[in-house]
């Protein structure tokens, strides 16, 4: 059984279909890509994934049972972790409290509950090294440089141990040191069966760490490749005749 | 001897430089600065007028700032939440009519306090449902719920003041307790039990996260709109605690109290250095604009300045504070 399927999944906003009829299927420890024109459908389709829109029609299944995310903590519980496009921070939060955003940990004293400040800097700091970032975990998240930011949100993702990992045009603002980094991290957690919907303008990127990539063109699955035995001409020229319907 | 005293010396000035520069970490540049500006007041009024550090002067500064100290503490949570509430002003008038009606009418202290803080945080409320809910701007929602709150308290009362039957609840306004007047402990304790909230809470956690950012706090799964709601009932809370010191050190409750008194929380408030943008700002630099508009307030009345001219002074003040978060933004944008 697939660790996620995606069946027949449809958004529509108003008259406009954002996404009209995708399916596709992914197992534990299998990194897919996700590629299309802008205008194709992937930011509502990763939103739907993520539990930021809800589907207009078909369905999101999670190891065989049907999820309906009433919002994004529903699919964060699940273990539908995502790292935005545009990062989604805080600017004027510290490196640990965006980590934590909205799932800080709480510590019991009487009737009331106060947030476990240490516990987070602590464990931000950690995730952090992992990441190969000594940011401080005090730090103003608005005074970091864009790499430094790309890390924090990946941090987050990756501090609640994802079993399904969503990744929206990770590698944006990092160097080429740091695209490493988070490519060999991607790896890693393959290897330890976590899912990885990749969404990147990157083809190297995609090319390098996704098993299958799914090609997406006006909302729809215009065809699926797999780069195993492939060139990477080849699959750059084929990757180009599905997103644009014509023959490079 | 010589030699030991002189390290001594080095030792001691390098831990005091050690300490004050630990302290401007924690305080930020702006607190200092402001710190600065208040030393600055005192050394000039203390020099021109001997009455400056009497007993009777600081306890009358401390007067001077409870009322609008009380209210701006909410209004410093709403604002560094992204918002904005201009129906303070109206929400103490209502308020204060209320309790003072509410005795009147031989209900009790204790239930008139409960109804007029209902009544605050009811406007809190409302306000925060337009804002969050209804999605508009907040000034425009506010100067709305100013006008109408207002307006409700001129044809409840009939544009007539109430006075206050019960002198156990005037009292609670013109005592002192060790000294200090009830109104700047009540003041005092708002800020204290606020000023610690903040850090250790999700509710000040919040505060910050969806004025920095809204669209993040959503995509991380925090329900904006309702926190929205918790902030905005807050400032109408705070404001009804303020409208029943108003009545309680008057002795009466006009439907034209604290008029404009929306002025005198937002320049505290952004001259403490909160964010006109959100996201950016400490209840300890409230309480630091405040003293600083008080004792400015008291050193031209000590000074014989006409109290017109004193009007001119706040608006100074208010744009002298718009001007300088707007030089911290842009700093930070560049930086």
């Not at chain 1, 083809?203 to 098993?211: I, K, Q």
């Not at chain 2, 009322?67 to 201009?86: E, H, Y």
């Not at chain 2, 909160?274 to 508009?293: H, Q, W």
Request: glycine share 12%; with cysteine; proline share 3%.
């Amino acid at each position: 059984m697939a660790l996620l399927e995606v069946r027949n999944l449809a958004k529509r906003f108003g008259r406009v279909d954002a996404v009209s009829d995708v399916s596709f299927t992914l197992d534990a420890g299998e990194a897919i890509g996700l590629i299309g024109d802008n205008g194709a459908g992937k930011s509502t389709l990763v939103k739907m994934l993520s539990g930021v829109h809800r589907p207009s029609g078909g369905s999101i299944l999670l190891e065989g049972r049907d999820v309906r995310f009433a919002s994004p903590l529903a699919a964060r519980a699940s273990g539908v972790e995502i790292i935005h496009q545009d990062l989604a921070l805080a600017p004027d939060l510290d490196v640990a409290a965006n980590i934590f955003l909205g799932r800080e940990p709480r510590r019991r004293f009487g009737p009331f509950r106060f947030l476990d400040r240490k516990g987070m800097a602590k464990k931000a700091a950690e995730v952090m090294v992992a990441l190969g970032s000594h940011v401080p975990p005090d730090r103003l998240v608005g005074e970091m440089s864009g790499g430094e930011r790309q890390l924090v949100a990946a941090a987050r993702a990756l501090e609640f141990q994802p079993r399904v990992l969503l990744l929206d045009e990770p590698t944006a603002a990092l160097s080429t040191d740091k695209i490493r980094v988070l490519m060999g991290l991607v790896e890693e957690l393959k290897s330890r069966g976590v899912a990885i919907v990749l969404i990147s303008h990157r083809f190297t990127d995609v090319l390098h760490v996704c098993d299958r990539v799914v090609v997406l063109r006006r909302g729809e699955v215009a065809g699926e490749l797999v780069p195993k035995g492939e060139t990477s001409e080849r699959m750059m020229a084929k990757m180009h005749q599905m997103m644009t319907g014509v023959s490079a | 001897m010589t030699g030991s005293t002189t390290v001594q010396a080095r030792t001691f000035t390098g831990t005091v430089v050690g300490a004050v520069r630990a302290a401007a970490g924690r305080l930020g540049g702006f607190a200092i600065g402001l710190i600065i500006a208040l030393g600055i007041e005192i050394a000039i009024f203390a020099s021109r007028s001997p009455y400056f550090f009497s007993v009777i002067n600081l306890t009358n500064i401390g007067r001077g700032m409870a009322i609008v100290g009380i209210v701006a503490v909410g209004a410093t949570i709403v604002m560094i939440a992204g918002g904005f509430d201009l129906s303070v002003g109206s929400v103490m008038a209502a308020s204060g009519m209320t309790a003072a009606w509410a005795m009147n009418a031989g209900l009790g202290i204790v239930s008139a306090i409960l109804l007029a803080l209902a009544l605050g945080l009811t406007v809190g409320l409302l306000n925060g449902t337009i804002v969050a809910y209804m999605r508009i701007n907040p000034l425009i929602a506010t100067l709305g719920t100013l006008g109408i709150v207002r307006g409700l308290a001129f044809v409840v009362s009939g544009g007539q003041e109430i006075v206050v039957s019960d002198m156990a609840f005037v009292e609670l306004g013109t005592q002192e307790v060790l000294g200090i007047p009830i109104s700047v402990l009540v003041m005092l304790g708002v800020f204290v039990f606020f000023g610690w909230r903040m850090p250790r809470t999700r509710f000040g956690r919040y505060t910050y996260a969806i004025g920095s950012n809204a669209r993040a706090a959503k995509l991380a799964g925090i329900p904006v709109a309702r926190w929205q709601l918790a902030f905005y009932g807050t400032a109408g809370l705070l404001a009804a605690l303020g409208g029943l010191v108003t009545v309680a050190r008057v002795g009466s409750a006009q439907p034209t109290a604290n008029l404009s008194a929306e002025l005198d929380v937002i320049t505290a408030v952004i001259l403490g250095g909160t964010s006109l943008a959100g996201g950016r700002g400490r209840l300890f630099g409230t309480f630091l604009g405040l003293l600083v508009i008080a004792v400015l307030n008291n050193g031209l009345v000590l000074a014989d300045v006409p109290t017109y001219w004193q009007q001119v002074v706040k608006g100074i003040v208010l744009l002298t504070a718009v001007f300088a978060d707007e030089i911290r933004r842009s700093r930070r944008e560049e930086g």
